[in-house]
């Protein structure tokens, strides 16, 4: 998702991954699944299946943890300040883990074609040879409204494909 924020003298982008729930439906979600499996193999260790019961916790721990895991990922946070100076890109999950400045005169965004039809274009912010991957995990509608968002603050875009690295050395 792509948020513009109020910055006087700039541009500030808010970008975070699509989550189509929030922590608390998951959770909701996990109980309920929890209630049918714990009937269902309750039901077949009454019937003398009682090997089910730890399957059937083995079962719940991974789909925990796999929500978790998930809604963890849904958390990602990069923030964009672009003024007429510098790009500022702030990347964490909860808490600024990483930031970098780039000279807004010399950057650019460069655009990479996606590898399969299925798959988004991929963004960098370019500056010399350092490039700094941005927003992966926006989908295409997003990449595209990101990508208007920045024509419009006026950074240079960039869209040909990087030259594949030479074999030779």
Excluded at 46 to 54: E, H, M
Excluded at 87 to 98: N, T, V
Aim: with cysteine; glycine share 6%.
């Amino acid at each position: 998702m792509v948020q513009q924020l109020p910055l006087n003298g700039g541009t500030r982008l808010l970008l975070t991954p699509n989550q189509s729930m929030s922590w608390r439906g998951n959770v909701r979600v996990w109980l309920a699944l929890c209630g049918v499996s714990l009937v269902i193999a309750g039901g077949m260790a009454w019937l003398g299946a009682w090997v089910v019961l730890p399957f059937a916790g083995l079962e719940l721990a991974a789909l925990a943890t796999a929500i978790y895991l998930t809604s963890l990922a849904c958390r990602r946070r990069e923030i964009l300040t672009i003024t007429d100076e510098a790009l500022h890109l702030e990347k964490g999950i909860f808490r600024k883990q990483a930031e970098w400045h780039l000279p807004r005169p010399y950057a650019r965004l460069r655009i990479n074609p996606p590898l399969n039809p299925v798959a988004p274009p991929r963004l960098f912010l370019v500056h010399r040879e350092k490039e700094v991957a941005l927003a992966n995990f926006l989908n295409r509608d997003d990449i595209e409204a990101l990508v208007s968002l920045l024509e419009h603050s006026g950074l240079a875009i960039d869209t040909r494909a990087p030259a594949p690295p030479s074999i030779w050395m």
